[in-house]
């Protein structure tokens, strides 16, 4: 196995582009550090390379549904049910190209190319608290988080002010306030439920969400207010919504400072025993699959939780036999998703005479209320909260019926009544069972070893289920929602699915125990940081990317203190 | 040449800028004899048939219908492309049932299917009531395996009638004629 070692020495080098290598590569140069980022997937120009962004429905073919022959190679990534669509199947991977294995399903969904998820996720920018922070300390689960709620506020300001997150503070110390430019508005009747919640509970709330797309009258450099188009997941080209091609990485850009590799497949964390740092990291080249040695003296790990979890399991030495950084033992353990769409729907003869675009890139969120004190009551730990929207329904609302003929068709040409649903994101509990690891008999076209999935929501998880479904319905039914229905889609109830995945190289204050410590760094190499969702030591209930961002932004200002300190 | 004169009418008064050859292909896919000619999934009885039905289902009225639109065509490509082979198997099967229907009612030849007729028979087969409607969807999506041999037809059947009308009902209110009209109906 011929490496090539180029001569060259990184001051740092980033691992992924995604929500968290973005944040990374931008703190790195930002900060003065000649910086080499690696990507495995191909190049993404921002506005150049957003192929569908512009096009109308009719312009798709089949209307924008996958061929047969399509969903053949994105079999997994279509188990989402609506990521493999003509109109944004480009930004996932081709399962047939890069395999996994199930012991038990898992949907692990997957974005190769630069940006990662950041093109594609949902926008949603939530806090965590410490009353997720505190939770396993005084439950006895897992391990304690190393750091508390006042160790990160300072971090997600310095996001949220930089990536623009509009949204509504609510004083609420389980779901901080942040830095908002305005909300988006609630329509009529999301208004409507929200005074009824109000009036009918004590501690639950019905806000717009927080949602990292433009608004107000900061300056975002190179980008514009969102215009309510509601295609982000296309990618926007007037870089309306947080993304790392529109926002991180061309501030990393402008620096001078970063190099940036595509197309490179991080297989390696290179580590010298005699100075017990990591020296740098080998790459495969994805097209010409030529293996190529960079060093550096700092590396960060942004690949996203699989994928960072992965390349530490690959990087074995005499040292870490196991994979590296990995004395605990718990490398790939404690893998943990969100549970999601489970919930209730509901309709309205009311506010017909309201119209409603839909155009709107946010839904409403109730923040969670239940086991806020400690005293609770349920029949679970933690908690849920929801997301949701009201509209009026158009020509869908005839597909499951039989219903045809002139005066249906033209009827359905109008907005039919008002819908309002939403679905519960419930927390997962760490479990040390619920693992990844890897299968170096099934390797893939690199010659690198597949990952194999071992891990289920449990007793826990579904208990919160039955009452995030019963909450649901009762809320709706006390505002006065018509037709009232609960749901709850178990063919979804697999981790993975809420693609939250995370958790597999925890943080702890214990070694023996975890493989990061408070700073992200791995305890036993200081010179490597985890700062993507591996690191996550419980899940929360919130969107957790708004916590990455905030950790590797910490993360990233306390190596290089170290470097100049010369600790690292 | 009616039909032109429809679609022109129409997007006079919703004052669209549809261009030209937007509604020379409108016109082009009107011709019937064309639509056999290019199906791939039907053959040439089939194609007919679904011809009928996305009339009956999309007749034109003051709004263009879904032959205005050359709907027939976009179901067949459907049909074709997208519809997963397990599907089209029971789709052909439920053609099969429907066309079985026609010859019993009408002691007539498949190839002799109408609008008319087809009228008729979907009158029978969904006009009926809402509970019978949940019972039908119900029946789609239970496992085909486990039923019996009467409740095996009625699914085929009803597998082929919803699916062509959904993709009728797709093709029809994403396209561009019918999107620019639903939203000048808004404003
Ligand atoms: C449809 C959708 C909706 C979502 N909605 C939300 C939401 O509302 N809020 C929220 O907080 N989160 C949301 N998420 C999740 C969010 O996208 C992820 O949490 C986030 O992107 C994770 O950031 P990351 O940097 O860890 O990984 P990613 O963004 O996935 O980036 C990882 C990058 O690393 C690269 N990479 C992988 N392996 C290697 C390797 N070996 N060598 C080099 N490069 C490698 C990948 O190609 C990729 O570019 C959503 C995700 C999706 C898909
Ligand atoms: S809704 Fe806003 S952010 Fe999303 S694509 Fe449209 S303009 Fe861009």
């Known amino acids: ?568 | 040449m009616d039909r032109r004169i429809a679609i022109k009418n129409i997007l006079a008064t919703l004052g669209l800028t549809v261009s030209t050859s937007t509604i020379i292909g409108f016109l082009e896919s009107c011709s019937d004899n064309k639509v056999a000619e290019v199906s791939v999934f039907f053959d040439k009885t089939e194609i007919y048939l679904i011809d009928c039905l996305v009339d009956v289902f999309l007749p034109r009225t003051s709004i263009v219908g879904g032959k205005d639109l050359n709907l027939t065509q976009f179901v067949d490509k459907m049909c074709a492309n997208v519809l997963t082979i397990q599907k089209q198997k029971e789709i052909k099967l439920g053609l099969n049932e429907f066309l079985k229907k026609f010859e019993q009612k009408f002691n007539k030849e498949a190839s002799e299917v109408s609008v008319d007729t087809c009228e008729i028979l979907l009158d029978i087969c969904l006009n009926i009531s809402k509970e019978k409607e949940v019972e039908v969807f119900k029946l789609l999506e239970s496992d085909y395996s486990s039923l019996s041999k009467h409740s095996k037809s009625k699914c085929l059947l009803y597998r082929f009638l919803t699916t062509v009308r959904e993709f009728s009902f797709l093709g029809y209110f994403t396209s561009e004629i019918i999107i620019k009209t639903e939203k000048s109906l808004l404003s």
Request: proline share 3%; net charge positive.
């Open chain 1, 1 to 568: 196995m011929i490496v090539s070692s180029l001569n060259k020495k990184y001051d740092a080098i980033v691992i992924g582009t995604g929500i968290s290598g973005g944040w990374a590569a931008k703190e790195l140069c930002e900060k003065g550090l000649k910086t080499l980022v690696l990507e495995r997937g191909r190049m993404v120009k921002h506005v150049e390379d957003y192929p569908t962004a512009n096009k109308d429905i009719w312009e798709f073919e089949y209307r924008g549904k996958a061929s047969n022959n399509e969903i053949q190679r994105q079999k997994k990534q279509n188990r989402t049910g609506f990521v493999t669509s003509k109109i944004t199947k480009h930004w996932f991977v081709d399962d047939l190209k890069h395999p996994y294995n199930e012991t038990k399903r898992f949907d692990w969904i997957r974005g190769y190319h630069l940006g990662g998820k950041s093109i594609t996720w949902g926008r949603q920018a939530l806090r965590m608290s410490d009353l997720d922070f505190e939770a396993n300390k005084k439950e006895g689960v897992g391990v304690d988080w190393p750091i508390r709620y006042a160790d990160i506020a300072d971090w997600y300001t310095k996001v949220e002010k930089f990536i623009g997150v509009c949204g509504e503070n609510l004083g609420l110390s389980h779901l901080p306030d942040g830095y908002f430019s305005p909300p988006m508005e609630l329509n009529p009747v999301e208004k409507y439920f929200r005074s009824e919640i109000s009036k009918h509970y004590k501690n639950r709330y019905l806000t717009i969400g927080r949602f990292a797309n433009l608004t107000g009258d900061a300056n975002h450099l190179g980008r514009a207010n969102c215009i309510n188009r509601n295609r982000c997941m296309r990618g926007c080209p007037l870089g309306a919504y947080f993304s790392s091609n529109s926002s991180t990485l061309p501030a990393a850009e402008r620096t001078g400072n970063m190099t940036l590799r595509t197309n490179s497949i991080v297989y390696e964390i290179v580590y010298d025993d005699y100075s017990k740092k990591a020296t740098g990291v080998k790459i495969i080249d994805a097209i010409t699959k030529e293996k190529v040695e960079y060093s550096a003296n700092v590396i960060f790990c942004c690949a996203s939780a699989i994928a960072t979890t992965s390349i530490l399991l690959q990087s074995k030495s005499d040292r870490f036999p196991n994979g590296l950084g990995n004395d605990s033992g718990e490398l790939g353990h404690n893998l943990m998703d969100h549970h999601f769409r489970v919930g209730a729907t509901g309709t309205t003869n009311k506010f017909k005479d309201k119209d409603y675009i839909g155009n709107r890139p946010a839904s409403f969120h109730i923040p969670r209320f239940r086991n806020l004190e400690e005293n609770n009551k349920s029949k679970f730990l933690r908690g849920y909260s929801f997301q949701g929207s009201a509209s009026r329904t158009d020509w869908r609302r005839a597909i499951k019926e039989l219903s045809y003929g002139g005066a249906i068709k033209d009827d359905l040409l109008k907005q039919g009544s008002w819908r309002v649903g939403m679905t519960g994101f419930g927390e997962c509990l760490p479990y040390h069972e619920n693992k990844m690891t890897l299968d170096y008999k099934n390797t893939d076209e690199w010659g690198l070893p597949t990952i194999t999935f071992d891990a289920d929501f449990k007793e826990n998880e579904i208990q919160m289920r039955k009452d995030i479904k019963q909450e649901a319905i009762k809320m709706l039914t006390l505002a006065g929602f018509e037709n009232v229905k609960g749901y709850d889609d178990v063919a979804s109830f697999y981790p993975g699915h809420a693609i939250h995945e995370m958790g597999t190289a925890r943080m702890g204050h214990d070694p023996k125990t975890s493989v990061l410590n408070k700073y992200n760094q791995i305890h036993a190499v200081p010179n490597v940081y985890v700062t993507d969702g591996a690191c996550m030591t419980s899940s929360g209930n919130q969107n957790p990317s708004l916590t990455y961002m905030a950790l590797t932004a910490r993360a990233v200002d306390h190596a290089v203190n170290q470097m100049k300190s010369k600790t690292i």
